[in-house]
Nanobody
C-alpha cells in the first residue's frame, strides 16, 4: 500500500489550499482514510477521517471544524482535504493514513501512512 500526499505549500493567512492523497496497492472497499497533522514541537493531531464504504466523515472537534472538508474519489483512489480560511497555526506537516474499518481519530488505528506534505501559512 502506498499513500502519496501532494498540494502543500506556502500560502497567506485567509486563503485556501487543497491537499490530495493518492492511494495505490489495495482495493479500498472497507477502508477508511484519515488526515493528521504535526506542527513543529507538537504532537501529531487528528484532522479528519472518511469511510470509503459509507462516505461518512468525522472531524476533529477543534478550530479546524467548519474550515476543513475531507472528501474522496473512489474511482481515483484519492482523498482530499480542502482547507479554507487558513491560519498561521495551521502550519504543519499533513499526513494521510489508511486503516481497515470505519473512520477513527486515533493515529495508532491506522496501518498505512504517507510521507507528509508541508503546509506553511504566513500571517
Amino acid at each position: 500500500v502506498q499513500l502519496v500526499e501532494s498540494g502543500g505549500g506556502l500560502v497567506q493567512a485567509g486563503t485556501s489550499l487543497r491537499l490530495s492523497c493518492a492511494a495505490s496497492g489495495v482495493s479500498f472497499s472497507g477502508y477508511a482514510m484519515g488526515w493528521f497533522r504535526q506542527a513543529p514541537r507538537k504532537d501529531r493531531e487528528f484532522v479528519a477521517s472518511i469511510s470509503w464504504s459509507s462516505g461518512g466523515t468525522y472531524y476533529a472537534d477543534s478550530s479546524m471544524k467548519g474550515r476543513f472538508t475531507i472528501s474522496g474519489d473512489m474511482a481515483k483512489n484519492t482523498v482530499y482535504l480542502q482547507m479554507n480560511r487558513l491560519k498561521p497555526e495551521d502550519t504543519a506537516v499533513y499526513y494521510c493514513a489508511s486503516r481497515f474499518g470505519t473512520y477513527s481519530s486515533k493515529d495508532y488505528a491506522y496501518s498505512y501512512w504517507g510521507q507528509g506534505t508541508l503546509v506553511t501559512v504566513s500571517s
